[in-house]
């Protein structure tokens, strides 16, 4: 449900996208829109001039790749980076025209093989798949199909046409296609330097028979502003909750890639006649690697992690420590805290999960990780 080229040549790769946002409910998808109905805006093309290249995201998922490439230092290392943890990030269940939703990532820009663009898909389960240009022409990496030949793009203007002829194809086919919004191409050249621009707008799809006035949901999007411990706000009408869970561990088998396992959680349903707000501090205490073997960072690695249900239905999930430069051992243990908060509609439940993960790709061995104790404190704020 988004527009993504990217068209790789030798000494150039060029890239276009769409920007607006989608919520997929069922075969169906509506626009997201803000409260007075302006549609989401979203920048599906981010640009880090630091280690040359250019992220193109799809779905959910972008906001979290983003964080996973910032940092990275180089192209390589940023791949490594999204191979590693691109598999934790939770994706919903639903489908749009009877497939299953889809998460996609790509990067482009030069490696130190050339120039190429780097795709990670969910139902390929995040694995690196690299492309390269072909003898004598480029290669595509596009969602919608192309409709003409991207060989040829040789300027921003013709990667701008392509990417509207795709478009225009896509609306003949469904003209609720979810496609809209502005336009946005660029290259990225050999030497790492990145051109962006808009071209343009792409217009939007008819409002679907029946869509909600406002189909608004923006913690999907941006991280709310999340007090510190001490400013959580336990007081006057508000429910809060203390869980903590003992000593456990979690392993993956001598086959396996990643094993994760629920160290505390917490299920609450708003039965109030308004929103309320979640507020949550979750925390794991003592992780550490305690049997089989495992191999240095980013390879293997220890993590923590929490994860959103709304209605049973993963919305949102974040990886709040993950081990780096070596794994912690009985000797060196390690502990990890985040917070969060959202809004809960009412009759609406939520569940939140605090999660500890071993992965053992490199070492191709069973691996267990243990932990001290968890804990997640939750306040429901009502007034």
């Known amino acids: 449900m988004t527009l993504l080229h990217a068209v790789v040549h030798r000494a150039r790769a060029f890239f276009a996208s769409d920007s607006t946002g989608y919520y997929s409910r069922g075969d169906t998808a509506d626009v997201v829109r803000w409260p007075g109905g302006a549609p989401l805006n979203v920048c599906k093309a981010r640009a880090f001039p630091n280690i040359g290249c250019v992220l193109l995201a799809a779905g959910r998922i972008g906001e979290h790749a983003r964080q996973i490439v910032d940092g990275a230092h180089s192209f390589e290392h940023a791949v490594q980076r999204l191979h590693e943890l691109l598999p934790a990030f939770v994706v919903g269940p639903g489908s749009y025209l009877g497939q299953p939703l889809r998460q996609f990532v790509a990067l482009v820009g030069p490696s130190r093989d050339g120039m190429c663009a780097v795709q990670f898909r969910s139902e390929a389960g995040y694995r690196p798949e690299w492309t390269f240009p072909q003898a004598g022409g480029a290669a595509c990496v596009c969602t919608p199909a192309p409709v003409a030949d991207l060989s040829a793009p040789g300027c921003l203007d013709s990667m701008a046409a392509f990417a509207r002829a795709a478009i225009e194809q896509a609306r003949k086919a469904d003209a609720a296609a ?147 430069g070596s794994i912690p051992t009985s000797s060196a243990k390690v502990d990890g805290r985040d917070f969060w908060q959202r809004e809960l509609a009412a009759g609406d439940s939520i569940t939140v999960e605090v999660r500890a993960i071993v992965d053992n790709e490199g070492s191709n061995s069973s691996a267990t990780a243990a932990w001290d104790k968890s804990r997640l404190r939750t306040s429901i704020i009502k007034a």
């Open 178 to 324: 979810p496609y809209g919004g502005a336009l946005v191409v660029g290259c990225v050249d050999a030497d790492g330097a990145i051109t962006m621009r808009r071209a343009g707008d792409l217009g939007m799809p008819p409002r679907r028979p029946g869509a909600d006035d406002l189909v608004c949901l923006p913690w999907q999007f941006e991280r709310p502003p999340v007090p510190s411990v001490a400013q959580l706000l336990y007081g006057v009408a508000t429910e809060t909750y203390a869980d903590e869970g003992s000593s456990d561990s979690v392993t993956v088998a001598v086959d396996g890639v990643l094993a994760s396992k629920v160290a505390t959680s917490r299920s609450y349903t708003n039965t109030t006649l308004r929103t309320v707000m979640v507020q949550f501090e979750c925390s794991i205490f003592g992780l550490y690697h305690s049997a089989g073997s495992l191999t240095a960072p980013p390879t293997d690695y220890l993590a923590m992690q929490w994860v959103i249900e709304i209605n049973s239905t993963p919305v949102l999930s974040q990886i709040f420590y993950q081990s780096q």
